[in-house]
């Protein structure tokens, strides 16, 4: 019996040896476990800041995407109309150098014109001097003046005409 009491007697101490073992083993893993929790809700406020901040700063760049894609298309309206207005500009300057080629195209012809009966004035002229017979009534001029319109839009000849006046001076 005392045999049996002793093999029983340490049973039990073994057993309250092992329960020992196991609180501190569960006191240790509880500890792990309220440590783990705490960490786990640390990580949980750090990404939910993280979450609001990234949605902040999201907001933040759509709203400057939105304003620059508006000055985007502010700027090519604008880029537009002065192409536009350049456009017009460089036709209303291709009929202005139509016109003054025109002009100088008649211009030349009058003054070939001009340049023969002034030649022939002016030696008129000088036989007037070497000769005090001619008279200045007797000087004349003959010339002819030729006025050529032409109407231009956008480049394009519209109409086209043309006038001749004979004047004696």
Known sequence: LTDAATRNSDALRQAKNEANEYRRQIQALTCDLEALKGTNDSLQRQKSEMEADFATESRSYQDTISHLEEDLHNLKDEMAKH?????????????????????????????????????????????????????STEMSVKRSIVVKTVETRDGQVINESTQERKETL
């Open 83 to 135: 192409l536009q207005e350049y456009q017009d500009l460089l036709n209303v300057k291709l009929a202005l150098d139509i016109e003054i080629a025109t002009y100088r195209k008649l211009l030349e012809g009058e003054e070939s014109r001009i340049i023969i009966p002034g030649q022939s004035f002016t030696s008129f002229q000088l036989r007037e001097h070497n000769q005090d017979v001619k008279s």
